[in-house]
């Protein structure tokens, strides 16, 4: 086979997509509400759930946990947080971003657990925060200290870094109101996670992305698409650009509808309020 063809991608079009789509759960924001279950006394029934392969695999490290988690249908699961749970997060199956989500939510329910060496770094953090710290030659033992805990105050800055570890300190601020954290605030995996949910039933934020790839597919190829499960209120900003530019849309039967239009598309537009991701499919 010629060299330049096996990293060539050829793509046939000319079929124009229409239908009702019903868009996917966010993997992330499904993340880390399980981690939020954690802070819950009650079962968390969680809703919307994708099963995808990082959902999956958090869910398997949950269950080596001692997580008791019960998928009602394909889409729906119920965890239960038993008080014999581990906290030992220093197996080399467990990824550091998944630690760093789990360990605040481990000295929530423990009041203690123990990290791998890799999270020296982020173990220096915690002893600021008034945490314990006890290293030895294969782990790290982080053990809350209620005292110490309650004396000190700080104020986080988490834009610009990674969505774990923003994450992490939006979890250990749950049970230290000392602690303060500033973040994307444009971010929706963060928004719902910001406040403690003490309900039993959470419906999992649905891809962002996916929402905005059917709708650029209606603008850009006279398809009509019915989306099932939107948030308007996540999505207005880019569907008013959207509206502006190229499509029309419109709430039908509480299912949102969106159709190209014809407009001359040689006007320039504003995009500075709108986040790579969203501007990338328009």
């Known amino acids: 086979m010629d060299e330049n063809l096996k990293s060539t991608l050829k793509i046939r079009g000319g079929v124009i997509p229409y239908g009702v789509v019903s868009l996917s759960g966010d993997s992330e924001a499904a993340v880390f509400h399980l981690v939020q279950s954690f802070f819950n006394e009650k079962k968390v029934t969680l809703e919307n759930v994708p099963r995808s392969g990082l959902v999956l695999d958090f869910i398997a490290i949950l269950k080596q946990l001692g997580v008791e988690i019960l998928w009602n249908n394909e889409t729906t699961l119920t965890v239960s947080i038993p008080p014999e749970i581990s906290e030992d997060l220093a197996s080399p199956n467990i990824s ?10 481990i000295l929530f329910r423990k009041g203690s657990c123990t990290v791998p060496l890799t999270f020296r770094q982020e173990s220096k953090f915690y002893r600021e925060i008034g945490f314990d710290i006890d290293p030895n030659n294969a782990s790290i033992l982080i ?4 005292i110490k805990n309650s004396e000190v105050e700080k104020q986080i800055k988490t834009i610009g870094e990674n969505l774990y570890f923003a994450a992490s300190r939006i979890f250990i601020s749950y049970f230290n109101p000392n602690i303060s954290v500033q973040y994307n605030r444009t971010d929706y995996r963060l928004r719902n996670i910001e ?5 039993n039933r959470i419906k999992i934020p649905f891809n962002q992305f996916e929402f905005n790839l059917f709708t650029s597919m209606a603008s850009l190829t006279s398809a009509e698409v019915i989306i099932e499960n ?3 209120s996540e999505s207005l900003q880019f569907l008013m650009l959207f509206d502006e530019m190229a499509g029309n ?5 509480g299912k949102l509808k969106i159709w190209r239009h014809q407009k001359n598309l040689n006007d320039l537009y504003e995009f500075l309020t709108l986040s790579f991701d969203a501007l990338g499919y328009l």
Do not use: T, W
């Open 96 to 105: 550091y971003k998944f630690v760093q989500i789990l360990a605040p939510a």
């Open 143 to 146: 053990r809350r200290n209620f």
């Open 195 to 199: 406040k403690m949910n003490s309900g």
């Open 230 to 232: 939107y948030d308007l």
């Open 249 to 253: 849309y419109e709430v039908v039967g």
